[in-house]
């Protein structure tokens, strides 16, 4: 295993010691994974902005919140569907629908359900998704636009995710409660 350090404000780059004091003061602690990135403070500060555009696509934040889990369930992230767990609960995402993104189970709504298995084509087919596909999630209600701004989630998701991969990133504190492991799906037969 590579030996990733965990930065802090202090100990950060030139370039990152804002960004992260920054971050302390939004959430309170900095996230383990965001230490890690300040080692190059130009992709702690990509992350964090394609964060803040993420934010303003069409999609609702609960339609936000479900492609992030999404990705993070497809590339079997579990720092991030942990961190993206915590983050959802505390914006007051409904725990069933939570719970469901987390084991990859159907979600209740048909269009969210839509959303949720068409990000998971994206991220599992590398983009090379099927026009069958985009026309029946199209039909349930998204645009072209939404497709596209699907690509803009998974795009911040790989940053994380990857970041995460190779560092092996410890959990925080805050998101042990939401500590996951991809559930391995049942056998048939």
């Known amino acids: 295993m590579a030996d990733f350090k965990i930065h802090t404000p202090e100990t950060a780059p030139e ?3 804002e960004r992260l004091k920054q971050v302390e003061a939004h959430f309170g602690f900095i ?3 965001l230490g890690i990135q300040a080692e190059a403070p130009a992709l702690l500060e ?3 902005k394609l964060s803040e ?3 303003r696509t069409s999609f609702t934040p609960l339609e936000r919140k479900i492609v992030l889990l999404s990705v993070n369930y497809e590339n079997d992230c579990d720092f991030c569907m942990a961190g993206d767990s915590y ?3 505390g914006e007051g995402m409904e725990e069933e629908i ?3 993104l987390r084991v990859g189970a159907p979600l209740g709504d048909d269009k969210l359900e839509a959303l949720r298995l068409f990000t998971r084509i994206v991220v ?3 983009g090379w998704v099927d026009d069958s596909e985009i026309e029946a999630f199209m039909e349930m209600g998204y645009t072209k636009q939404h497709v596209l701004e699907i690509l803009l989630g998974a795009a911040l998701k790989l940053m994380s995710n990857y970041t995460n991969h190779m560092a092996e990133t410890p959990l925080n504190d805050a998101f042990q ?3 996951w492991i991809k559930p391995t799906p049942a056998r048939v037969g």
């Open 15 to 17: 370039g990152a010691k």
């Open 31 to 33: 996230p383990n994974m």
């Open 46 to 48: 990509g992350y964090l």
């Open 53 to 55: 555009v993420f934010e």
């Open 87 to 89: 983050v959802a609960q």
């Open 98 to 100: 939570i719970q469901a």
């Open 124 to 126: 599992r087919s590398r």
């Open 177 to 179: 409660p939401h500590a």
